[in-house]
Each structure stands twice: as structure tokens, then as C-alpha cells.
């Protein structure tokens, strides 16, 4: 029997706290220095360092001689260039940031940039929290922190323009109340991608749509030549052209008309899945780009994920939010486990960053993880290609049908014998493509190494489309291994579009059960993920919000899938069960999210 479909939402939210620390600015200094002279032993100095910022509040104040413990330390090179964020935490990595040519300036920080430094700010709070041992290696880093180059035997630079988001790149943009409006983000991430590809040649159609901030429509038409050569890489004050100006604002302009940029005067913003479909409809990109999220991966494994895709000469459009909104830049290198970041600020920052604070054995640690849940990667922007089709991806998701919760995978036994029936739930199965899904679904065997060995049930012909953002489910599916059953075997569920000749695991957000374990191949490193807690929400039809509660919630946010604060609220201590109306809010999907002094917690619903 096939389950009711439900809506689904891809997002979660970030949430940032005040922090201690146990190193010093000295501490780090040292440390800073250390790696300074590994960097180019001939031409740096000892003493070439300068303490410019510590991430000791919210606001990122500069360190003063009464202000609390930072989780970091940043540093610029004063002669050479370059700069270097140091760990304020010693079971954190120690070098969470460097560069050896750009500096890192604090005054108009962008807010792409400030966010990030909170998600390491958030992740350094979260080992803060609990009791996390310092392992051998993070020991070692910091006792010798060049050890953090000479374990990065394998790099790769690409270079990608330095553009920034206001003159001369937004001649075009919008003006509200006089003042041009910075061209946003997604605009500027698509454009250094596009000039990277050197690609459209021509843009195709036209598009138009109602800006909510500048509270008018906007149009343009596509149908003009790119000149890419007429855009420099880096437009330097006094040595561009009129007319290298107009082109590149230009490109920006049609970027944010694609994406359907909400233009304002503090911050410009658009939604990275609509940019995407768009660069396929009006600039003739492939239809095979896709869209991950962070949370549905272990570190090592993202981390390979955005590794193998600059290692192919792809840049990847690296998304990252918080409850302000979100923010797009670019991934376009590595060294080693640090990712080269141009943050579209005219090479502001640029750099080298750590894409968490943690080691991957840390990961989760104090709860959540929540600094990670909002992190996506755009793979596979490339050229048009014939007869190529859509690489759609399936998630699981947790929810509830008829007061049951599902959370991925489930099964009516623990003990699997050859030759013997056993039954399985799969649910909740949403799709975040880039379209509708139609296809086939399967569960499999599959050895320690991923390889399937075998399918386990029927393939499962979905009946219907499966629109984007919604939901399926299929409860009680039979399925009987016939093949030998060796360590590290275990269950997945996977997908093949109508279209595809490729089958992919469905994998899934962050505490959902996406692998049943058949048998171990380590007993002590296999984990099975559980529901900590029972947090769960519902609107009714008459627009009534109810909601399970963690304990000990001390505030309840209601937030838009783009991360803005709709509804605060402060409930009674203890409560279980809480509602409230939402008849005023529009129909929609929301993000509920309860704060407790130990973490935070997000869940869906839909009004």
C-alpha cells in the first residue's frame, strides 16, 4: 500500500552561541607564526604576523583586553600577503583558514563571509558542550601545525574572476530610492561560473517577474552575445574600460533576472534551485547539474564529493545559510582538506577554509550538527550536452502518517537468514531534483564496499509523478535474500529514473535510518542512527499548529524556507504539547524550530 504524500523541506537552521576557550591570543600566535614559516620558509618572517580579529561574540567584535574567549584568532601576513585563522579551540583543528596571497579585511565584512566564521564559531560551541578527548592527530597539528601541509599531497587550483556584487558589476541593477542595488550573491556566483565556462555564446528567451523589495516587475531578454573576452578577470579601479564595465554588468544583471533576484539595498537574494533550472532554460547549460546538501553526508565523504568535482576542472557553486538568509560563493580548489573559497568580493578573504571546524570523527558531537544543515553544493555545470538527461536525487526524510513516525529505512527483524521472508518500511522518500521524478525504486544487498550484490524485492514502479518538494512513502515491502550473507552486508533502497540507465542510493537528512546493517563487519564501529527525541509538528485545515516538544525548550521560532524569522515564541516551562494559530501565515511549507539550553532542534509542517 502506498502512503499519502506529504510535502517536503530541504532546509534546517543554523544556530549561533557565545562560546569559551582554552587558547590564548599568544597560544595562537605562536601557532600562526609556526605555520607562517612553513608556508615559503625564504620569505617569511617569524615575526610577520598581525592580530586583526577574533570571533568572540556574534558581531565578530576585534579581541580587546576584557572581551571573552574566541573560538578563533584570524592574522594577516603584514608584508607578503596572505593571512591565517587559528582554532580558539584546542580538540578543534588549529588551522582553520590561510591564504598566501589575499588578506583578510574585517571592515564591510560581507555577510556570505561573516556567516561562515559563525558556522565555526558554531561548531567549535558544540565540542565546548560536552567532554570531547583530544585524538592523536589533532594533538599532533597543533604541537606542529606545517603537519597541516604536508598532509595535503594532493591540490588543485582553478582560476576564477574576482567580481564582486556592487561598481561597476551593478550598472544594471535596480535602483531603490536612488541607489543601485548590489547585484546579490547567486548572481555573482552564476556569473564567475558562466565567465569560468566562457559559456553561453547567446543566451535563449526572456524573463519576468515581480520583485517584492523594488516592488515592481523586471524583464529582460537573453538573446545577446557574451563577449567573455571583454570581461577581465578582476576589474581593478582606474585600469577598466567603459565598456568591459557594461558588458560584465550586464551578464550580472541577466544572472539576477534568471534567478529571480528579490533586490534590496542591504543584500540581494534569490533561491539557488531556481538560478540552476534557469541557466539550463535561458543560458543552454546541461540538464544533468544537480543539487546536494551537506547533511546527507558523512565529512569524508562531502568533502570527496566537492574534491573530485574541481578535480575535473568544475567549480562548484558552494550555497551555505543562516536565519538571515542565505549565501553563495565558489569552491574552486584544494589543498588537502582545505577548500579554496572565492567568496565574490572582488577576492576579499579569498583563501583556503576547512569546510567544518571538526575533525570527521567529531562530527555530531554535542547534538545536531546544525552549522552543517544548511550547506548545498551545485554539481555538474557544464556546457549543454546532447541527449543528456537529469540527474534527479531522492532523499529520506522523517514524518508522521496517522501518528506513526517514519525515519528511512525500517525492518520487522534483526536476525537475516538466507532463504527466509522478511518485511521492510521505506519512508519518508522525497524528491530534490531538479523535476518531477518518475521511476523505479528497489531495496538491495549490498556488500561492505557498496557493490549490490543482489535485489531483495520487487522494483516498485511508482504509480504517479512524484512532484518536486513532495513526499511518498511504502510501508510493509517483502523482501527475502537469496545470496550468502557476509560481514559488512547491509540494505539499501535505490532509484532509477524513467530516463536513466543508472541506479543511486537514496540517501537522506541528518538522523534518518538510510542503511540496515545485515551484518556487521566491525561491531564497534557501526552505529545505527536513533530518534533521540520526539519533536514532530502538524498544521491542521484550519490553520492550528501543534507540536511535540523536546524537554526543556526555552524559545520556539518559526521560520520561511529561506531562513527568515516569521513567529517567535516563549512557551510554558515544561510543556509537552504545544499550538498555536498560523490561519494568517500563507499556504506553505515552514521550518519550526525549538531552542533548549543544550541545542537546538528543527521539523517540517505544512500549512
Known sequence: MRMKQLLLLFFSLITLNLLADNVS???SRSVATKFWASLEPQNRSLNDTEFVLAGNSESLQVLTENAPAPAFYIFNCVEKGGFVIVSGEDTAQPILAYSTTDTFAIDNMPDNIRNWLQAYRTAIQQLRLVDVPLDENTVNLWKSPERTLTQANNSKLIETAKWNQEEPYNLYSPKIVGRRTPTGCVATAMAIIMRYRQWPDIGEGSNRYYANTCEKYLETSFDVNYDWEGMPLEYIEGKYTKEEADKVSMLMYHCGIAAEMDYGLEGSGAVTRTAILNMIKYFKYDKSAYILQRDWYDQETWDNLIRNEVTNE?????????????????????????????WGWGGLC????????????????GGNGSYNQLQDAVMGLKKREENSTYHDILIFFAGLDNGKKYNGLSTNTSTY?????FRMDAAYIGNSSLRDFEGSLVLALVNKNGEVKENISKTILLEETLPLGMGIGYPNIECKITQAIEAGDRIWMMYKSKDASEWYRIVGEKGTVTEIIVKEDDPTAIEQPVDRISFSASCDKQGWLTANLPEGVQRLCIYSVDGRTLRTYIPDSNIEKWGVSCSELPAGIYILQAVTKQENYQCKFVK
Open 25 to 27: 591570543l599568544e597560544e
Open 314 to 342: 568544475s567549480p562548484v557553486m558552494y550555497g551555505g545559510a543562516d536565519p538571515d538568509g542565505a549565501h553563495q560563493f565558489i569552491i574552486d580548489g584544494y589543498e588537502g582538506s582545505h577548500f579554496h573559497v572565492n
Open 350 to 365: 579569498n583563501g583556503f577554509y576547512l569546510l567544518s571546524a571538526l575533525t570527521p570523527e567529531q562530527q555530531g558531537v
Open 417 to 421: 537468514v538466507t532463504g527466509k521472508t
